[in-house]
């Protein structure tokens, strides 16, 4: 194995502490340095480590998130106390658990330093391990991720070996190969079978990253919409298909708030819509919304509308279902308004792809879906009935608004 090179480490430390000076002397919450910074740390951590210790690495990352689970599984980072810390023996009593499990799974999480041992058989919490108490939104990200998508990419190997090294297409699915067996319940279902916890855990995990990864805003400008309520008192304005909690339609009503929400829809399956009527009770924005189970792949109840908008939903299916989706939205805007559109917000794949982007597309691949480019958009549309307007992008993130109006691009 060759040695890095000096001039580039050097380049990289030397750029890693004028970041490291800068976050420290900053005002702001500095997300923006800190990020630059994490991804130079790890190009030095790239150059540096050496194919031993990088096996031993994702030994312990492994171990780590196998412990990390098992801890929020049994409530035990909701029982150390911020700014306390507590004894095994007291976390194993609260669930009845042996003491010497929960002390072998605790070590693990103090050799990282996910979690401080101030005192032998104690712990309290890092910097970065609250994020594992309940309801927490990256926290649930986190566990979907293990419980949900995990098994499918582990067992790909299994899975191409039964069904060939081709991309998934079809109704078997590596997801539910890795977590049933017998590849054939989709996602949806999966999610259902396990219960009511579990669509909560989705439903918090879909708020995840909101500025990381998933931004709702920035892209689009929807302050047109505002404009229009106003000129036009009867038409729906905003339909958030697939929207689940209604998180990005409830940003955006607070962003432009001249869109009344009781003009705006949130769709979703039976199930979520349940949770989500509960959840919005006493939401000073949300209760106002109008909540309306549907099957994006059979109907749109809510005809006419301004804009139906579809974020992370097309991501999941492949593109004959995605046509169909499309299809039924296209179908839906009004033929009297040619300022109506069907906004499809998503992760835009590009070459090379930015990690994220492109560890999201694998997890959809065990989907048989997949993360799309800008051109595999306009196709989509295209055979949906729809013309692609813009791609809207805010600089330095991945998300967009791929902006579709009805038509056909031949007429
Ligand atoms: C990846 S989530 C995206 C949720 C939300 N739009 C967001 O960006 O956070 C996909 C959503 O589609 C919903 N969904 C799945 N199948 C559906 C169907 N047939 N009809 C309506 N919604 C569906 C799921 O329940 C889930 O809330």
Same mark, same amino acid.
């Given at each position: 194995?060759?040695?890095? *090179?000096?001039?580039?480490?050097?380049?990289?430390?030397?750029?890693?502490? @004028?970041?490291?000076?800068?976050?420290?002397?900053?005002?702001?919450?500095?997300?923006? $340095?800190?990020?630059?910074?994490?991804?130079?740390?790890?190009?030095?951590?790239?150059?540096?480590?050496?194919?031993?210790?990088?096996?031993?690495?994702?030994?312990?990352?492994?171990?780590?998130?196998? =412990?990390?689970?098992?801890?929020? #599984?049994?409530?035990?980072?909701?029982? !150390?106390?911020?700014?306390?810390?507590?004894?095994?023996?007291?976390?194993?009593?609260?669930?009845?658990?042996?003491?010497?499990?929960?002390?072998?799974?605790?070590?693990?999480?103090?050799?990282?330093?996910?979690?401080?041992?101030?005192?032998?058989?104690?712990?309290?919490?890092?910097?970065? *391990?609250?994020?594992?108490?309940?309801?927490?939104?990256?926290?649930?990200?986190?566990?979907?991720?293990?419980?949900?998508?995990?098994?499918?990419?582990?067992?790909?190997?299994? /899975?191409?070996?039964?069904?060939?090294?081709?991309?998934?297409?079809?109704?078997?699915?590596?997801?539910?190969?890795?977590?049933?067996?017998?590849?054939?319940?989709?996602?949806?279902?999966? &999610?259902?079978?396990?219960?009511?916890?579990?669509? @909560?855990? /989705?439903?918090?995990?879909?708020?995840?990253?909101?500025?990381?990864?998933?931004?709702?805003?920035?892209?689009?400008?929807?302050?047109?919409?505002?404009?229009?309520?106003?000129?036009?008192?009867?038409?729906?304005?905003?339909?958030?298909?697939?929207?689940?909690?209604?998180?990005?339609?409830?940003?955006?009503?607070?962003?432009?708030?001249? !869109?009344?929400?009781?003009?705006?829809?949130?769709?979703?399956?039976?199930?979520?819509?349940?949770?989500?009527?509960?959840?919005?009770?006493?939401?000073?924005?949300?209760?106002? &919304?109008? #909540?309306?189970?549907?099957?994006?792949?059979?109907?749109?109840?809510?005809?006419?509308?301004?804009?139906?908008? !579809?974020?992370?939903?097309?991501?999941?299916?492949?593109?004959?279902?995605?046509?169909?989706?499309?299809? $039924?939205?296209?179908? *839906?805007?009004?033929?009297?308004?040619?300022?109506?559109?069907?906004? !499809?917000?998503?992760?835009?794949?590009?070459?090379?792809?930015?990690?994220?982007?492109?560890?999201?597309?694998?997890?959809?691949?065990?989907?048989?879906?997949?993360?799309?480019?800008?051109?595999? /958009?306009?196709?989509?549309?295209?055979? =949906?009935?729809?013309?692609?307007?813009?791609?809207? #992008?805010?600089?330095?993130?991945?998300?967009?608004?791929? @902006?579709?109006?009805?038509?056909?691009?031949?007429?």
């Amino acid at each position: 194995m060759s040695n890095p *090179s000096l001039d580039v480490l050097e380049e990289l430390s030397k750029k890693l502490s @004028e970041h490291i000076r800068e976050l420290c002397t900053t005002n702001s919450d500095g997300i923006a $340095i800190r990020r630059e910074a994490t991804g130079i740390a790890r190009r030095l951590v790239d150059e540096l480590i050496d194919p031993e210790e990088w096996a031993a690495e994702q030994t312990v990352a492994l171990g780590e998130c196998a =412990a990390i689970r098992m801890f929020m #599984k049994w409530g035990f980072f909701d029982k !150390i106390p911020l700014g306390g810390s507590v004894s095994y023996r007291e976390l194993a009593g609260l669930i009845g658990a042996q003491e010497a499990l929960v002390f072998r799974l605790g070590q693990m999480l103090v050799s990282t330093g996910m979690l401080v041992s101030p005192m032998p058989n104690s712990v309290a919490h890092s910097r970065l *391990s609250p994020l594992f108490k309940s309801g927490d939104r990256e926290g649930c990200w986190f566990a979907m991720l293990w419980d949900d998508c995990q098994p499918g990419l582990a067992k790909l190997p299994e /899975f191409f070996e039964k069904y060939g090294p081709r991309e998934p297409v079809d109704k078997t699915l590596p997801l539910s190969f890795g977590l049933s067996g017998d590849g054939q319940l989709d996602p949806w279902e999966l &999610v259902a079978q396990r219960g009511t916890e579990h669509i @909560e855990q /989705f439903g918090h995990a879909m708020q995840a990253m909101p500025t990381y990864a998933w931004p709702y805003t920035g892209a689009y400008d929807f302050e047109w919409v505002a404009k229009y309520a106003v000129t036009n008192s009867e038409r729906p304005l905003i339909v958030d298909v697939g929207g689940s909690y209604g998180h990005a339609l409830r940003v955006h009503l607070t962003k432009f708030p001249g !869109i009344p929400p009781s003009r705006c829809v949130v769709e979703d399956r039976a199930e979520m819509i349940l949770n989500v009527k509960k959840e919005h009770e006493n939401d000073t924005i949300m209760k106002y &919304v109008t #909540k309306v189970p549907t099957d994006f792949h059979k109907e749109q109840p809510v005809k006419g509308a301004l804009v139906y908008l !579809i974020r992370r939903c097309l991501h999941n299916y492949n593109d004959e279902v995605c046509v169909n989706i499309l299809r $039924i939205l296209a179908d *839906s805007l009004p033929d009297d308004e040619p300022e109506a559109r069907v906004l !499809i917000n998503e992760q835009i794949m590009t070459d090379p792809p930015h990690r994220f982007v492109a560890s999201i597309d694998l997890t959809m691949l065990t989907m048989a879906a997949r993360v799309r480019s800008e051109q595999q /958009f306009e196709k989509l549309a295209n055979q =949906a009935g729809l013309i692609l307007v813009t791609v809207h #992008k805010q600089e330095n993130t991945t998300m967009g608004v791929v @902006e579709c109006k009805k038509g056909s691009p031949m007429a």
